[in-house]
């Protein structure tokens, strides 16, 4: 059996560098690189064009010479702000049967905007530590919110990205500073309360763990010698990897219930083990870290999750096959992402 097609389909301008990850996962897996193209031409606007071509879907960006129909996509490393421009391709890919764990636009969105996130936890039962959502706040409204958390909580916007704009808020100094910082740019912001979760030599920890098709893969902690600082690696935390077995429990019970909630096959939960464990949020595409580690951990079996897709899609349209009636014709359908 010839080896698949696999579409790598990225944006070029993210620093995070998780491509070069994924692309060594396919090598290692399948023997070849996958072909690379980059994700904006098919966001909405994009140059990206696309047509039917018997059973699959052909993709073409005509100016850069780009036609290819991919046996597999993997869409991922696209920034958090941009995501909702790739709900139509995402919707394109689902409808012409496209193997990708590129779960669908509302997953994508119920985990990218905090808030929706929070609202499925509510709804789910997931354990997260009390939050407030904040749409352009008075002065009075926003001093009230702080009070309800007991002085001590962390801002940070509905839709960011790495631990930017975040800010550790314990006075009316800090809490004045953050939100005239989101009142300038527009956006809806959160409070949360601190988790308190700050180890016996003063360092904030939190966890990372990586859950696969409703199982853990990979979990790391990350240490912030800075308790002021988000435990993004990002952002000076050191991350120390944990395998699966060694996970407390509890934590992993919590990730998985979380990535269901909002519906995604594959995501990074941030979390803690303070107060029973609690979720901060749910990354839909994580950075990887630790180059080795990372690749055998993370983006080889999430390869290998998409390689069984296709293998069951394969499976399924071979008995399609045999079971459509004779002369039956699947037409061309040209395509676009233009707004």
Known sequence: MSRPCIALIADPTSPEGCREYLARAVELLTGAPPVRVDSRHFATGGAGRHIRDGDLLRLRVPHEGV???????????????????YAPFQDLLRRHGVPTLAAGPDAWRAATEKNLTVERFQRDGVAQME???LSRPSPRETAAAFERLDRDAWAR??????GNDTFHVTTPAVLARARAFYAERGTDW?????AGNITA?????QFRVFVLEGRVVHAREHLQPDPDT???????????????????????????????SVGLPFAGVDLAVENGGVVFEVNVQPAFVDGDIEVDAVAVPYIRAHLEVYAAARGAGRAARLSRPAGTVLGARPGGFTA
């Open 201 to 205: 030599d003063g360092m904030r920890h």
């Open 230 to 260: 988000p435990c993004n690696t990002c952002r000076g935390a050191t991350a120390v990897h944990i395998a699966p077995p060694d996970l407390p429990p509890r934590l992993a019970d919590l990730a998985v219930a979380a990535t269901r």
């Open 67 to 85: 036609d290819f129909t991919p046996d597999i996509v993997v869409l991922y490393e696209i920034p958090p702000h941009r995501r909702r421009a």
């Open 157 to 162: 916007p509905v839709v960011g990205t790495g």
């Open 131 to 133: 939050t407030l959502v």
């Open 190 to 194: 959160m409070l949360s309360r601190d």
